[in-house]
């Protein structure tokens, strides 16, 4: 499985951007996938999350600003980011795993995905 992020990049406060991430040979009847985020220094942390059934999960930080979303043949996955904030600022990583997301928290831990991106740059200036 091979995760590629694109869609980075630079914004004023307040503005948006759409990360996309291209899924290759995830050939799974259930599946995961997932954006996390991670600063110099700090753990890797689950942003959000979206279910093969579609079920979606998001860290309270990022509700009602944030979208993630697929497409039907899971080929792609998608951040849609608005009202970025400077604290939202740090590489974004795609990730994916083959089984269904884990429910509560557990989702936004590192070792719940197998399948990683490289990640793409995310920076919010004030």
């Known amino acids: 499985v091979h995760l590629v992020e694109s869609g980075g990049g630079s914004v004023q406060a307040g503005g948006s951007l759409r990360l996309s991430c291209k899924v290759a040979e995830l050939y799974m009847t259930k599946s995961c996938m997932g954006w996390f985020r991670q600063l110099p220094g700090n753990e890797r942390e689950g942003v959000a999350a979206i279910d093969s059934d579609g079920t979606t999960f998001y860290v309270d930080s990022v509700k009602g600003r944030f979208t993630i979303s697929k497409d039907s043949g899971e080929n792609h996955l998608y951040l849609q980011m608005d009202n970025l904030q400077p604290e939202d600022t740090a590489m974004y990583y795609c990730?994916?795993?083959?089984?269904?997301?884990?429910?509560?928290?557990?989702?936004?831990?590192?070792?719940?995905?197998?399948?990683w991106g490289r990640g793409t740059q995310v920076t919010v200036a004030t």
């Open positions: 990730a994916a795993d083959h089984r269904e997301c884990f429910p509560g928290i557990l989702w936004r831990v590192v070792g719940s995905f197998v399948f």
